[in-house]
């Protein structure tokens, strides 16, 4: 029969990294009949034999002793100076609930109103809790795992959150038929209607989503197709901007030099003028229906004209273009 020093041998059985770990694995495997088990309120403790659970203890201060816990009969047994001794592995559980996990992706998604493809980026966190900590030991002892970090848990989900983050956001923003941009704006609605199906994927390991967030997403300020869509935008912002103030600026400024001009004496005529150039430059939809005008108006026209580039009003190439849009409709009658 194999020998055990007894300084391998534990008689008091305790989680000694506190809460810093999801899992945390006894290094020592073999314990006297009698030993001292401590479980604190926030963990549980799990006795493993070759890879099957045979019992699982809640919070509490237990004494190992055959007469208690008739399962240590099933443990292999051993006998070390006299002294009864079982073989067993012994993994403490935490049940409080994990700090933040961050997660973060990048997706290539076309946008649904502008149809080009547009990179994307989302980040955001989620909490968990140990609901089955049998189930979540059974689930992760075939990976062999010893010692298990909250933040190592993020390896065991990460491919599969990705997958189904994509995927739901892809669905939703089609849905929607909204542009990205709207989109990144309702980061609440999205995190509701992510949640359930992660939290489905982390309770098949005995854990619980309590929750999860989006908390931001960002099309890439390198994307090339937005930023040719961006440069398209501000050239016809400009010219909408151009159109609307071109004919305000030209009619405040000369009013202005008309008003400051002595010289010019028939202000009604060049009202009639400076009406008369408005309706030029409007659009067809916005100028309205011509009305039949008299030879007379037209000449007057002519007049005012004439004084206005005398005063220095208008230059020489501007008062032969107004001449010539009065003469064609003068002849046009």
Request: hydrophobic share 35%; net charge neutral; charged share 20%.
């Amino acid at each position: 029969m194999q020998q055990y020093s007894s300084h391998h041998i534990l008689s008091a059985l305790r989680n000694d990294r506190g809460g810093q770990l999801l899992i945390y694995k006894l290094e020592e495997v073999d314990f006297n009949n009698g030993s001292v088990l401590t479980v604190s309120p926030s963990e549980e403790a799990i006795f493993v034999k070759n890879g099957s659970i045979v019992q699982v203890f809640p919070n509490g201060r237990y004494e190992l002793v055959t007469e208690n816990y008739p399962f240590l009969g099933y443990l292999r047994y051993i006998l070390s100076g006299g002294i009864s001794t079982f073989h067993c592995s012994i993994y403490f559980v935490s049940l409080q609930q994990s700090p933040e996990l961050l997660w973060g992706t990048s997706m290539m998604m076309r946008d649904p109103v502008q149809k080009i493809v547009t990179k994307v980026f989302v980040r955001g966190g989620y909490r968990i809790r140990v609901e089955n900590g049998t189930k979540l030991l059974l689930s992760l002892l075939g990976m062999g795992v010893r010692n298990v970090a909250f933040e190592e848990i993020r390896q065991y989900f990460g491919t599969q959150f990705t997958q189904n983050i994509i995927s739901i956001l892809s669905e939703t923003m089609s849905r929607n038929n909204e542009e990205i941009l709207s989109t990144c704006t309702k980061l609440g609605q999205l995190s509701q209607q992510v949640f359930p199906q992660l939290a489905n994927i982390v309770s098949e390991y005995g854990l619980r989503l309590e929750n999860f967030s989006i908390s931001a997403m960002e099309i890439a300020q390198d994307d090339p197709n937005r930023f040719i869509l961006e440069q398209a935008y501000a050239k016809i912002r400009e010219k909408e901007l151009l159109d609307k103030d071109y004919n305000t600026i030209k009619n405040m400024d000369i009013q202005t030099n008309a008003s400051k001009n002595e010289g010019f004496g028939n202000l009604a005529g060049a009202a009639m003028f400076i009406n008369s150039e408005m309706k030029k430059n409007e659009t067809p939809e916005q100028a309205p229906k011509p009305t039949p005008q008299k030879n007379e108006g037209g000449i007057e026209k002519l007049k005012v004209l004439k004084a206005m580039q005398d005063a220095g009003l208008i230059s020489e190439e501007e008062y032969n273009s107004c001449k010539d849009a009065i003469l064609k409709q003068l002849i046009g009658k």
